[in-house]
């Protein structure tokens, strides 16, 4: 893992633990690297990522990890206190990224950060049945090349 990113971990984590959050959603999990660090810090991890190799990478590690994409993740509503997702939004078109983040709210516990690296042009405007994340706002934070917006409440 890159320095960068290891210290944006590291960051998240600490907010998590302010925060009083022991549990995290880790989209395009990846084989893992980040879970264990999760993990190692005591947050409870569940993985999520579209490559079955991947998803078995993890799980060897120890991981709870399925496969799945991020814009229909098989979650109850609010089924996680917080979401680590700083590489999902990279590289896919706008109407997917809507699609995104709006799932990302929607499994996401109200009020529960998520951590997204957001591409130039911000993010998705909220639809109009209210389903999407507004744009960062005063409750927002940006920490290190990476956005931590919050659940709707």
């Known amino acids: ?4 990113q290891e210290n944006q971990l590291a960051e998240f984590v600490a907010l998590l633990k302010t925060e009083g959050r022991r549990s995290v ?3 395009d999990c ?3 690297a980040d879970g264990l660090r999760f993990v190692r810090a005591g947050i409870h991890f569940t993985g999520v990522d579209p490559s079955e190799e991947n998803i078995h990478s993890a799980r060897a590690r120890g ?4 496969v799945a994409h991020a814009g229909s993740l098989p979650f109850a509503d609010s089924a996680f206190p917080a979401v680590w997702a700083v590489g999902a939004l990279a590289g896919l078109p706008p109407e997917q990224r809507d699609d995104v983040v709006r799932e990302l709210g929607r499994v996401t516990a109200p ?3 998520i951590a997204v690296v957001l591409p ?3 993010l998705p405007e909220p639809d109009p049945h209210g389903q999407g994340l507004p744009e960062p706002g005063p409750g927002d934070e940006e920490d290190g090349g990476f956005t931590v917006l919050r659940s709707p409440a």
């Open 111 to 113: 009020g529960g950060p």
């Open 120 to 122: 130039e042009e911000g």
């Open 63 to 66: 991981l709870e990890a399925t």
């Open 25 to 27: 959603l880790g989209l």
């Open 1 to 4: 893992m890159a320095p960068l």
């Open 30 to 32: 990846g084989p893992g």
